[in-house]
């Protein structure tokens, strides 16, 4: 009970009967489209939204191919065209989502107090194609011509920050970067903003985008990347026997978050409840998952347990699954740890077989796919599971989409430094 000596009369209630937290609008931007209709509507045909790098093609490096975005750019409306070379193409992705995602949610058309809507973003590396172009310059034509735009256009939290003052939102405003868990975590602090009562409404999810040199060459060079040049489309394969590393992509996943009662009285569409969140640490190693997933274990029960649920009460799963040998693995060893004999009743579905691995963003596009698969009862499948792996036996809904009505959904994120995170959301029509 310590802690709640530090809390007022109003935070100490909140506490103990916390608000409920509704997802009342959604928007996304990765390799397979530039909207989520289209991004939901080729997800559940199982189709792949990695292909060859065009936008910055890179010749020399060993990896020619990610799931990037294709055919974007930004409205005037969102940001003046003459201030689009200001800001990392991240920052763009991350407007553009947290446009569809307010629209779709009609919370400003509304007379909401702004004060009372807050953002909260993940991003796991910020804005390396505008750090990699500013150091030729510099290199080239000396400190003179880095550009004076510089600093705000590579920031982590200038993605939050630009939706916060183009949509005149007035609340809290910060990112969260904890490397492939960033979206997730970003996702759970905003459920607790409202849960506490603190804010009415929370625009939040993540966004990254790292399809350039640097990064992809470190990564290519820790060996973490499938070199599947000849088969891209077929290259990330989470649970498969061939499987040789994930896939880069790129994008932005963005959900406004609300005051369930809030939400009720002005009629918003909810798609899901979102009711409760984990995080742990591994504390085993900087790059590699626990080999028996404890981390994971522990962050799955801790949001069960707060759920107030059991794990049989879980239906679907939308997994880290990030066509890793040691992830895919480590990851279902954790789920028959946490669910027992119910693992193998679950529907698990690895969506990055189809994005790729948004790092920072996967958390954001994949809370977005587990909305979306508990409003519209629609399973979307792992793609390219052609053989799967002995030692990952669960139904991780091979190739093609399933029909079925599901109650609660819980996704995982599982970052570099051993961070974890695990979300459960519930079909509020069951």
Known sequence: MALFLYLDDKEYHMAINPKKVAITGMGAICGLGNNLNDIWSN????????????????????VKFAGEVKNFSLSNDLLPEKEWNRYD????????????????SKI????????????????GMGGFTT?????????????????????????PNMASGLVSIRFGLKGMNYTLASACASASHAI???AQEIMLGHSKAVVT????????????????????????NDSPQEASRPFCVGRDGFVMGEGAGILVLEDYEHAQKRGAKIYAELVSFGATSDAHHITAPHPEGEGAVRCMSEAIKRAGIKPNDIDYINAHGTSTPLGDVAETKALKNVFGDHAY???????KSMTGHLLGAAGGVETVFTAMTLHSGVI??????????????LDYVPNIAQKKTLKYGLNNSFGFGGTNSSIILRNPNI
């Open 345 to 351: 009743k679950l529907k698990i579905s690895s969506t």
């Open 89 to 104: 193409r991240f920052i763009h992705f991350a407007l553009a989502a947290s446009d569809e995602a307010l629209k779709d």
């Open 188 to 190: 759970s602090a905003a």
């Open 380 to 393: 979307p499948p792992t793609i390219n599971l052609t053989e799967p792996d002995p030692d990952c036996d």
């Open 131 to 155: 750090i990699e172009e500013n150091f030729k310059l510099y290199e080239s034509k000396g400190p003179r011509r880095v550009s004076p735009f510089f600093i705000p256009a590579i920031i």
């Open 108 to 123: 400003l058309e509304t007379d909401i107090d702004r004060n009372d809507i807050s953002c909260l973003f993940g991003v």
């Open 43 to 62: 997800l559940i045909e199982g189709k792949s939204g990695v292909s060859n790098i065009e936008v910055n093609a890179i010749d020399d490096l060993a």
């Open 205 to 228: 999810g993540g966004a990254e985008s790292v399809v350039t040199n640097l990064p992809m060459s470190g990564f290519i060079n820790m060996k973490a990347l499938s070199k599947r």
